[in-house]
């Protein structure tokens, strides 16, 4: 699938070209690169290579300087891996210069981006209040062009706060709404974060047993090994059996390991390690009892 934006700059900075106009055609050439750089180091970041990832992205940056391009994403892009990586002040440093960048040039959806990126900064620093701001603002931008995939995302973070406030309501409501975005564009990884999110509601509302018959009944539906992770770690939680949730445990762990051995992503990656870390500690605890 080619990107619309990339073809027409390289075809204008061709066009330039032929009819002699240097500059003109190198300022578009150029454009055209930044934006494919910044597209590699998303790929990047998909696989799992976080490094290439930010290497491809700072070289973008830099173009974008050169360029005065105020509507480069790519202080958006280093503050979302930065906050994927857990390096939460620079990832509030960058997504605070892309949010300056869309106010300059009032360009409400980059704003709406950026207020975005700061919000889940707050949730992951559980400044929930300062969250909530965020996502409130960048709805309406949002709302107007009807982008399922942000407002999926606005929303299940927006569930996530309620959640961690134990505001079970507000939770379920905006959980409800996240799932309705994800399923209209088909995006598997929302859906599932927001069903699993709905499981660990019905918990809370309905009792452990509501929700771990909920997961099983998801299982028997689901084909993909992040699905099956995912389930198999959540009702590793729940089982009142320790032989339960211990194979539960152990199904998860070799889910991940597959996952991560394609695309070490730190989602896996910390899954893993706590997994493994409880294997131990459980295996230490049957020894102490014999």
């Known amino acids: 699938m080619s990107d619309t ?19 003109e055609s190198k300022s578009r050439l150029t454009q055209a690169y930044n934006k494919l750089l910044g597209n590699i180091g998303i790929v990047h970041w998909k696989l799992g290579n976080y490094n290439q990832a930010m290497n491809y992205y700072r070289r973008s940056q ?8 105020k509507h480069s994403t790519s202080n958006r892009n280093i503050a979302e891996l930065c906050l994927e990586k857990g390096e939460l002040n620079q990832a509030e440093q960058y997504a605070r210069k892309q949010l300056m960048n869309a106010r300059k040039i009032k360009d409400t959806f ?19 209040e300062q969250a909530l701001a965020c ?27 309620y959640y961690h406030l134990r505001d079970y309501i507000k939770a379920r409501k905006y959980c409800d709404l ?28 309905r009792g452990p047993k509501a929700a771990q018959n909920k997961l099983m009944k998801l299982l028997d539906q689901v084909d993909d090994d992040l ?45 893993i390690a706590e997994l493994k870390e409880r294997r131990g500690i459980l295996g230490i605890s049957q020894k102490a009892g014999e």
């Open 178 to 205: 996240a799932r309705n975005s994800a399923q209209k564009i088909r995006d598997r990884v929302l859906i599932l974060d927001s069903t699993i999110l709905s499981t660990k509601i019905t918990r809370y509302r």
């Open 227 to 271: 699905e099956r992770a995912e389930i198999h770690y959540e009702l590793s939680t729940l089982s009142p059996q320790p032989r339960t949730r211990h194979v539960h445990r152990r199904k998860a762990l070799h889910y991940y390991q597959q996952l991560a051995q394609k695309r070490p992503l730190t989602r896996y990656v910390k899954r």
């Open 110 to 128: 980059m704003e709406a981006l950026a207020l975005t990126t700061f919000g889940l900064i707050y949730n992951r620093k559980e400044e929930f």
């Open 135 to 161: 996502f409130e603002q960048a709805l309406e931008p949002d709302r107007k062009l009807d982008d399922q995939k942000s407002l999926a995302t606005i929303h299940l973070a927006q569930a996530e706060v």
């Open 62 to 69: 830099k173009i974008s300087i050169e360029l005065g391009d």
């Open 5 to 23: 934006r990339v073809d027409i700059l390289y075809s204008l900075g061709e066009v330039l070209h032929l009819i002699g106009n240097w500059h």
